[in-house]
């Protein structure tokens, strides 16, 4: 197994590399800065410098990997339009490549209540509207996928166990970054989680399961 990460350099994407590296697998890592990625994530990750919307560098970037894991997102902008580039078209792009590969597994990190239209995230230039555009395409792609949808998110880590649950039954809960990118590698590895929508967040009261116990109960 070989993973490429794209959104390697966000808050949780860099901990999806990590953990990725602690487990031991091989891991590129898609950069827009070179030096930032360097600074940021384990000496032992690969780069390529790719851009979403340039199919040969990502077809390069993915050359020899097998599976993906996708943590991309838009940044807070006065750009209405980085939600629907970044979060919808950009992914796309990423699963016609990953799709022209035969790529094994897709990991996407996308966010509870995406099916919520009416939902106060949307406020801002419809940002769970387009997350669930891109799950709906990775869906209908044909690729084994595992859709990762975490509540609110919290960059200092907790003792809380994860709670997971099937889509559209998790409605509210928050859920530190390192326990998303544990569930996102962990998917990797579990046949039960393949062709699922996951959504996790973390309770002090929830009892502890393993991941067999978590993707089989969705």
Known sequence: MKAFVAGATGQTGRRIVRELVKRGIPVRAMVRDLKKGQELLPEEVEFAIADLFDPESINRAIADCTVILCATGASPSLDFTEPYRV?????KALIDRAKAK?????????????????????????????????????????????????????????????????????????????????????????????????????????????????????
């Open 87 to 91: 979060d919808c078209e950009g992914t």
């Open 102 to 218: 035969g790529i094994e597994h897709f990991v996407l990190v996308s966010s509870l209540c995406a099916s919520q239209f009416f939902h106060p995230l949307n406020l801002f230039w419809l940002v769970l509207y387009w997350k669930k555009q891109a799950e709906e395409y990775l869906q209908n792609s044909g690729l084994t996928y595992t859709i990762v949808r975490p509540g609110g998110l919290s960059n200092e880590d907790n003792a809380n166990s994860l709670v997971m649950s099937a889509a559209d039954t998790l409605f509210e809960g928050s859920i530190p970054r390192t326990k998303v990118a544990e569930v996102c590698v962990a998917a990797l590895s579990q046949p039960a989680a393949g062709n699922k929508i996951v959504e996790i967040i973390a309770q002090p009261d929830a009892p502890s399961q393993t991941w067999e116990q978590l993707f089989t109960s969705v």
